[in-house]
C-alpha cells in the first residue's frame, strides 16, 4: 500500500481523492491518506452529490494528524517514522514552512513560492510544483464566485474596480484534483513546474457576465468605480487582485497529457448546482461596501 501524506492548512476545503488510476498503474483505493494540519477545522466533509456510503469509505482511509508544522521534531518523528511515498504540500507558500522539511540555513532571506521551489531543486528530493492561478469549484474556501452569486441572487448591480476589462483566470477544482493524480509516479512530471488553471482568460467584467449565465440569471448590472476614492477599513469590497493574473496551461497539456475538464461556464455552473444553490455558503452576503459605492455613483448622478 503506497502512502501519502497531504500538509494543509486549516482555510482549505477537505480534500477527497479522485476514482482514477496514477501512471504506475496503482489504483487510489491502494493509497492510506494522512493529513497533517493544526486541527482547528475538519479534515473531512461529505461532498455535494457524494453518496453517504462512499463517503464512509473514504473517511475510513484518512488519517489526522494534528501540529504545528514548524514543531520540527515532530515533523521528524511522526512523519519520517511513517516512510511515507509521496508529499502534497498544499501550503509551502513561505520559506520558513518548509524549512522544517528541507534542511537549509534557517536564516536564509528567501521567501515566497518562487523561493520555495528553488529551495526544492537544491533538496535532492523528487518534487513537483503545482500553480493554480484562482481556484474555483464547490465548497471553494476562497469565495470568489460566491461573492458574484451572492449579488447575483440579490439582484443588485456588480461592483467591480476600475475599468473591468483586468484579465484574469480560473481553474477549477476537480482540474486541479486531476493534475494532483497524473503527477504521482510521472517521471515526465519530476522536478518540473506546471501551471494549472482553466484553459480561456477572462475579464472581471466578463466574469459577472459568466456567473449570470451559470446561474441563470439575467445579465448583470456592472458598477465601475475607483477603491483610492473610498475608505473601507479592513472589509474586502472585491475579492480578486486589480490587476492582470494569468498564466499558460500548455506546459501541464502537452508534458502531462493533462487538460480541464470544465470550461469556465460549465464549471461555475457545477459550482452553482453543487453548493451556491443548495445554501452552503461560505460567507454571508455583506452589501455594505457595495452601498458606500452606490451612494456615491448616485450622488454623482443627481
Same mark, same amino acid.
Given at each position: 500500500?503506497?502512502?501519502?501524506?497531504?500538509?494543509?492548512?486549516?482555510?482549505?476545503?477537505?480534500?477527497?481523492?479522485?476514482?482514477?488510476?496514477?501512471?504506475?498503474?496503482?489504483?487510489?483505493?491502494?493509497?492510506?491518506?494522512?493529513?497533517?494540519?493544526?486541527?482547528?477545522?475538519?479534515?473531512?466533509q461529505q461532498l455535494p452529490g457524494e453518496s453517504d456510503s462512499d463517503y464512509s469509505d473514504f473517511?475510513?482511509?484518512?488519517?489526522?494528524?494534528?501540529?504545528?508544522?514548524?514543531?520540527?521534531?515532530?515533523?521528524?518523528?511522526?512523519?519520517?517514522?511513517?516512510?511515507?511515498?509521496?508529499?502534497?504540500?498544499?501550503?509551502?507558500? &513561505?520559506?520558513?514552512?518548509?524549512?522544517?522539511?528541507?534542511?537549509?540555513?534557517?536564516?536564509?532571506?528567501?521567501?515566497?513560492?518562487?523561493?520555495?521551489?528553488?529551495?526544492?531543486?537544491?533538496?535532492?528530493?523528487?518534487?513537483t510544483s503545482l500553480r493554480p492561478v484562482y481556484i474555483y469549484g464547490p465548497l471553494n474556501y476562497?469565495?470568489?464566485?460566491?461573492?458574484?452569486?451572492?449579488?447575483?441572487?440579490?439582484?443588485?448591480?456588480?461592483?467591480? &474596480?476600475?475599468?473591468?476589462?483586468?484579465?484574469?483566470?480560473?481553474?477549477?477544482?476537480?482540474?486541479?484534483?486531476?493534475?494532483?493524480?497524473?503527477?504521482?509516479?510521472?517521471?515526465?512530471?519530476?522536478?518540473?513546474?506546471?501551471?494549472?488553471?482553466?484553459?480561456?482568460?477572462?475579464?472581471?467584467?466578463?466574469?459577472?457576465?459568466?456567473?449570470?449565465?451559470?446561474?441563470?440569471?439575467?445579465?448583470?448590472?456592472?458598477?465601475?468605480?475607483?477603491?483610492?476614492?473610498?475608505?473601507?477599513?479592513?472589509?474586502?469590497?472585491?475579492?480578486? &487582485?486589480?490587476?492582470?493574473?494569468?498564466?499558460?496551461?500548455?506546459?501541464?497539456?502537452?508534458?502531462?497529457?493533462?487538460?480541464?475538464?470544465?470550461?469556465?461556464?460549465?464549471?461555475?455552473?457545477?459550482?452553482?448546482?453543487?453548493?451556491?444553490?443548495?445554501?452552503t455558503y461560505r460567507k454571508e452576503a455583506d452589501f455594505s461596501t457595495d452601498d458606500m459605492i452606490?451612494?456615491?455613483?448616485?450622488?454623482?448622478?443627481?
Amino acid at each position: 500500500m503506497a502512502k501519502l501524506v497531504v500538509l494543509q492548512p486549516t482555510k482549505q476545503p477537505p480534500i477527497s481523492l479522485l476514482s482514477s488510476s496514477l501512471s504506475n498503474g496503482t489504483k487510489l483505493c491502494q493509497i492510506q491518506v494522512t493529513l497533517f494540519t493544526r486541527g482547528k477545522a475538519p479534515v473531512t466533509q461529505q461532498l455535494p452529490g457524494e453518496s453517504d456510503s462512499d463517503y464512509s469509505d473514504f473517511k475510513s482511509k484518512v488519517l489526522h494528524l494534528k501540529r504545528d508544522r514548524q514543531d520540527s521534531e515532530f515533523v521528524k518523528s511522526s512523519l519520517s517514522a511513517e516512510g511515507y511515498d509521496v508529499v502534497y504540500d498544499i501550503n509551502g507558500t &513561505r520559506l520558513v514552512l518548509m524549512l522544517v522539511l528541507c534542511r537549509v540555513d534557517p536564516k536564509s532571506r528567501h521567501k515566497g513560492k518562487l523561493n520555495t521551489e528553488s529551495l526544492l531543486e537544491t533538496s535532492g528530493v523528487n518534487w513537483t510544483s503545482l500553480r493554480p492561478v484562482y481556484i474555483y469549484g464547490p465548497l471553494n474556501y476562497n469565495p470568489v464566485e460566491e461573492w458574484v452569486f451572492h449579488h447575483l441572487k440579490a439582484g443588485r448591480p456588480i461592483p467591480i &474596480r476600475n475599468s473591468g476589462v483586468q484579465i484574469t483566470q480560473l481553474g477549477h477544482v476537480k482540474d486541479l484534483a486531476t493534475a494532483f493524480v497524473q503527477v504521482l509516479g510521472n517521471e515526465k512530471a519530476s522536478k518540473q513546474v506546471f501551471n494549472i488553471s482553466g484553459e480561456k482568460y477572462i475579464t472581471f467584467d466578463g466574469l459577472a457576465k459568466a456567473c449570470a449565465k451559470a446561474g441563470g440569471f439575467p445579465e448583470p448590472e456592472i458598477i465601475h468605480y475607483n477603491p483610492k476614492e473610498f475608505d473601507f477599513g479592513k472589509k474586502k469590497a472585491f475579492p480578486f &487582485r486589480d490587476q492582470h493574473f494569468f498564466a499558460s496551461v500548455e506546459k501541464a497539456k502537452h508534458v502531462l497529457g493533462w487538460k480541464p475538464e470544465f470550461d469556465l461556464v460549465e464549471g461555475l455552473t457545477d459550482s452553482y448546482n453543487l453548493d451556491f444553490s443548495r445554501g452552503t455558503y461560505r460567507k454571508e452576503a455583506d452589501f455594505s461596501t457595495d452601498d458606500m459605492i452606490l451612494n456615491k455613483s448616485f450622488a454623482l448622478q443627481s
